[in-house]
């Protein structure tokens, strides 16, 4: 049980006065940036990341930790008061608790959310504590060509789970891969892409990225468009959030069910939890159906919003496992933890428990002070969460452009920098008008290098062989079930294009036979008039 000691160290450099502040802090501030329409938790760790420059590792992780979990929370908050997710990961959540809000149970639906995201935080997070050695013990067995599979599957996976259409996965994927290219070559010295400015010889940094096409793209987005989409309906919880036994006794395997879902899928470079969310969501709905349940769709249903609840929490907390161990993000939110960790010179993976296991398990620790300082927010002040969406639009997003622009300058005072990001959030709002995702751009832009200096020590190893990359039983398994999962998504796309032409040709001919029928009736003849008049003829 040297996990046990080694996360009670953690908790003793974790609670001090000070770190308890900054955790509380980042609770706050992530809640309160998640719960803001379009933002949502990776840019809740965008915008805060800069604050926490001025702080000492272990509080600036600590810090981290409530931030992580914290925009999460207010995802779902945005989702269930006015049916805008703050993020994918929350649509499931939304479509039972909107109803439930509608239905005067807004003050229930948060409280399921509430405690859903702690039950499935807490339960991942203890298996963070307790597994992840046996993950670093995993990734000491990787190689060069084993770690650059592992890049390749999450290009893959991510650009073809998170976007409707597999070639705009991939390109947004070629785009940040366009942008980490930029800089001085490591191995050779040279310039790439730099245009001869100086400024851009230390390449793009991941903060102007992610502030850019995040934030300053979104504003631009919601600017464009701000005079011609009517507000949401707001409903605002009254008195504090509240469970009865009966609800709880209702929602408690829900949760369980959830986590079980979302768990495993923390360790999959699959962009994220809106797969595990929508499979939870779905087995709620199957069971309420077998069971006669009429909630689900109509008042809304407490189980439908447990269950994907508990599923996100739980893939973002195995999540941190996987970075922390592998150094592998495996959703848009953990590519920018791997920014900040990046910042303060650590680089997860199999030897950052040697190097700084101090660190590690005080954020660890964190974790857990910041599930249960969430709980007791959003428990409490969730009417007030409400209210922050009552601010008009044009001075919210006003001021998301200038704590952008304060934060990106905060960092390297260079007004070039300013310039960069102005140019991303054009690209940004160019990607969101034609349906590009923006999370492949930030897995490219953090794993793009590692992908490039792997394969490289791959090459070199080998001696130019190129037979290595595929030399290994793991690299072997990884592409095989890539090149499944790339296959069945093949014959969906095709099954859904065909299903839909005909559903097309469907309506054109029934549209068709009703125009005929129309313009008969029009000319004062039937279709039993004109068959009455053949047989008179004959």
């Known amino acids: 049980m040297d996990q046990l000691s080694l996360l009670f160290d953690g908790f003793a450099n974790a609670i001090t006065p000070?770190?308890?502040?900054?955790?509380?802090?980042?609770?706050?501030?992530?809640?309160?940036?998640?719960?803001?329409?379009?933002?949502?938790?990776?840019?809740?760790?965008?915008?805060?990341?800069?604050?926490?420059?001025?702080?000492?590792a272990t509080g600036a992780f600590i810090m981290f930790a409530g931030v992580y979990f914290g925009g999460l929370f207010g995802d779902s908050t945005a989702g269930i008061l006015l049916n805008t997710p703050g993020n994918s990961s929350a649509i499931a959540s939304t479509f039972e608790g909107h109803r439930m809000a509608r239905?005067?149970?807004?003050?229930?639906?948060?409280?399921?959310?509430?405690?859903?995201?702690?039950?499935?935080?807490?339960?991942?997070?203890?298996?963070?504590?307790?597994?992840?050695?046996?993950?670093?013990?995993?990734?000491?067995?990787?190689?060069?060509?084993?770690?650059?599979?592992?890049?390749?599957?999450?290009?893959?996976?991510?650009?073809?789970v998170v976007a409707e259409s597999v070639f705009r996965g991939l390109a947004a994927l070629a785009i940040g891969l366009a942008l980490v290219l930029v800089g001085i070559d490591g191995p050779s010295g040279t310039s790439r892409f730099t245009f001869g400015l100086p400024e851009l010889f230390d390449g793009i940094s991941i903060i102007v990225i992610t502030v850019g096409l995040l934030a300053l793209g979104e504003v631009l987005r919601v600017s464009s468009r701000i005079h011609r989409e009517d507000?949401?309906?707001?409903?605002?919880?009254?008195?504090?959030?509240?469970?009865?036994?009966?609800?709880?006794?209702?929602?408690?395997p829900a949760w369980l069910r959830g986590t079980a879902f979302g768990a495993p899928f923390g360790l999959i470079p699959?962009?994220?939890?809106?797969?595990?969310?929508?499979?939870?969501?779905?087995?709620?709905?199957?069971?309420?159906?077998?069971?006669?349940?009429?909630?689900?769709?109509?008042?809304g249903s407490i189980k439908g919003l447990a269950a994907p609840?508990?599923?996100?929490?739980?893939?973002?907390?195995?999540?941190?496992?996987?970075?922390?161990?592998?150094g592998l993000p495996t959703s848009a939110t953990a590519a920018i933890m791997l920014a900040a960790f990046q910042q303060y010179g650590m680089q997860p993976g199999p030897l950052l428990f040697e190097r700084s296991g101090d660190m590690v398990w005080a954020l660890l620790a964190s974790l857990f002070i910041g599930l249960v300082v969430l709980l007791i927010l959003n428990?409490?002040?969730?009417?007030?969460?409400?209210?922050?969406?009552?601010?008009?639009?044009?001075?919210?997003?006003?001021?998301?452009?200038?704590?952008?622009?304060?934060?990106?300058?905060?960092i390297s005072s260079s007004t070039f920098?300013?310039?960069?990001?102005?140019?991303?959030?054009?690209?940004?709002?160019?990607?969101?008008?034609?349906?590009?995702?923006?999370?492949?751009?930030l897995i490219a832009v953090v794993l793009g290098p590692l992908a490039e200096t792997e394969l490289r020590r791959a090459l070199a190893v080998s001696e130019g062989d190129p037979s290595i990359l595929v030399s290994s039983p793991f690299t072997l398994a990884i592409y095989g079930i890539l090149a499944i999962a790339l296959l069945i998504s093949a014959i969906q796309h095709v099954r859904h294009i065909i299903t839909s032409s005909r559903e097309k040709d469907r309506a054109a001919s029934s549209d068709a036979s009703l125009d005929s029928s129309e313009d008969d009736e029009a000319?004062?003849?039937?279709?039993?008039?004109v068959e009455a008049d053949r047989k008179m003829q004959s």
């Open 417 to 441: 920098d300013l310039w960069l990001v102005l140019g991303l959030g054009l690209l940004g709002f160019m990607m969101r008008r034609y349906n590009i995702p923006v999370a492949p751009v």
């Open 270 to 299: 699959a962009g994220g939890s809106e797969v595990p969310t929508f499979l939870a969501y779905g087995t709620e709905k199957r069971l309420a159906k077998r069971a006669g349940d009429t909630e689900f769709g109509t008042t």
């Open 379 to 410: 428990w409490s002040f969730a009417p007030m969460w409400a209210k922050l969406l009552n601010i008009p639009r044009h001075y919210l997003y006003a001021g998301i452009t200038i704590l952008s622009m304060l934060g990106v300058y905060a």
């Open 231 to 252: 507000s949401p309906i707001q409903i605002q919880p009254k008195g504090f959030a509240r469970l009865s036994a009966k609800d709880f006794r209702a929602a408690a």
């Open 103 to 160: 239905n005067g149970q807004a003050a229930k639906a948060l409280a399921t959310a509430a405690l859903g995201a702690f039950t499935g935080g807490l339960i991942a997070t203890v298996l963070v504590v307790f597994f992840a050695p046996t993950l670093v013990r995993l990734a000491t067995l990787f190689g060069p060509a084993e770690y650059f599979a592992l890049a390749i599957g999450a290009f893959l996976a991510i650009s073809a």
């Open 523 to 529: 000319h004062g003849v039937s279709h039993d008039g």
């Open 309 to 326: 609840e508990a599923a996100g929490n739980a893939t973002a907390g195995t999540a941190m496992g996987a970075l922390l161990a592998l």
């Open 18 to 56: 000070a770190n308890l502040l900054w955790v509380f802090l980042g609770a706050l501030l992530g809640t309160a940036v998640g719960v803001l329409p379009g933002l949502g938790s990776a840019m809740a760790v965008a915008l805060l990341l800069p604050i926490t420059f001025s702080l000492d």
